[in-house]
């Protein structure tokens, strides 16, 4: 305790000698050489105080440095007439009382009374000045003194640096919040101007086109350009690192290798069946590129910043809830394509979402869409 303590004219208490004299005197006044500590446990005194008595009073110019030894105290101002008081601290067993009044002489700035039973340790200056080398002891005392509480006022300003870091931190993390709410609401108008305005009304474009879906990711890009950049977003929490990189990739190979079977299974089976007549489209060079590198893009916007900014403004732990939002918001996105494709972009997006939950990085999930995808059009099952 670092703020200015009073004492008053003795309190209900008993006093005795002092118990443990060492193990008290190494806790208020650590570092003094083995003459004056010897010297000081001379004047050390131990007083029993009763839960409710006032050990120290505003205003008073006492000086004693106590221990707590055993206990707890309540330090309070009083309000003024109206006899109310506000409660500063409560201090436990271990914590000192009134070092600044016998380090600067001045009043004590705040009341002091005993919770429960306690057992204090005091040093009264008038003790020590009576001892035959008191001055010296005095001048020794308050050296070591002035160490402690320096200690104790550092580590205080350390807590409280910390305290407002925080703060700030918290101040940041809301202000990013309000820019991810505006770019997602801004993501959904966008896919319900390019559904109901751009494609259909205005232009008249083909959407099922090549040129069509790049032209919609590359305006998708730009706000989330945008927003990566206000954030200040580094390219990990974006899924953008080497770290787990092997694992997503071997991970990921491995379910696009049984993607890419299935959807040929499924793709035969639904031919011989006749129910889904659907041509397959050869897997060109050209087309084949352009589409791994949409997947990247995809994989860029709907895990890398969607569900990592669900999953950490909403402090989603297991990320279950994020991979819901993002692959549904996402889904929504796609309502130009039809209903159909926003379910299938929804599922396929809790899948992609949990591979990338497992290693938080997009090489893995990159690969399963792209396989994932192209295997839908390779084998005509789209």
Not at 3 to 24: F, G, Q, T
Not at 130 to 143: D, F
Not at 213 to 226: D, G, H, N, R
């Amino acid at each position: 305790m670092t703020s200015p303590l009073a004492s008053v004219p003795p309190a209900p208490s008993s006093e005795a000698p002092a118990a443990s004299p060492r193990d008290a005197l190494d806790k208020i006044l650590p570092g003094l050489s083995p003459a004056m500590a010897d010297a000081v446990r001379q004047a050390m005194v131990v007083r029993h105080v009763a839960a409710g008595a006032t050990i120290m009073t505003e205003g008073d110019r006492t000086d004693s440095l106590y221990l707590i030894e055993d206990g707890n105290v309540t330090v309070f101002r009083a309000l003024g007439i109206d006899g109310g008081e506000r409660i500063l601290a409560t201090l436990p067993a271990g914590a000192i009382l009134g070092e600044m009044a016998l380090l600067d002489g001045q009043p004590r700035s705040a009341s002091v009374r005993a919770a429960t039973d306690c057992r204090l340790t005091e040093i009264a200056p008038a003790k020590v000045l009576a001892l035959p080398n008191g001055e010296q002891v005095l001048a020794a005392i308050r050296s070591s003194l002035a160490v402690a509480v320096t200690n104790r006022m550092r580590t205080q300003t350390d807590k409280y640096v910390a305290a407002v870091e925080r703060e700030m931190a918290a101040i940041k993390e809301r202000q990013h919040f309000g820019r991810f709410f505006i770019y997602a609401l801004g993501l959904m108008t966008i896919g319900l101007l390019v559904n109901d305005i751009l494609s259909k009304q205005i232009l008249d474009v083909d959407i099922f086109t090549p040129t069509f879906a790049w032209v919609y990711l590359l305006i998708i890009m730009i706000p989330t350009s945008l927003v990566i950049w206000r954030m200040k977003i580094p390219l990990r929490d974006l899924g953008i690192t080497t770290i787990g990189m092997k694992r997503s990739i071997v991970e990921g190979a491995i379910l696009s290798a049984a993607t890419v079977a299935v959807a040929f299974a499924a793709a035969w089976v639904l031919r011989t069946t006749g129910i889904h007549a659907g041509t397959p489209v050869p897997a060109e060079w050209g087309p084949t590129t352009g589409y791994f590198f949409h997947s990247v893009l995809q994989e860029l916007v709907a895990r890398g910043l969607l569900q990592s900014s669900f999953q950490r403004f909403l402090d989603d732990r297991r990320g279950l809830q994020s991979v819901v939002l993002s692959s549904t918001l996402f889904g929504v996105f796609h309502i130009h394509f039809g209903f159909m494709a926003v379910v299938v972009t929804i599922l396929s997006g809790l899948l992609f979402g949990a591979v990338y939950l497992r290693h938080r990085n997009l090489a893995g999930v990159t690969l399963l869409h792209f396989f994932a995808g192209g295997a839908a059009f390779w084998s005509g099952l789209l």
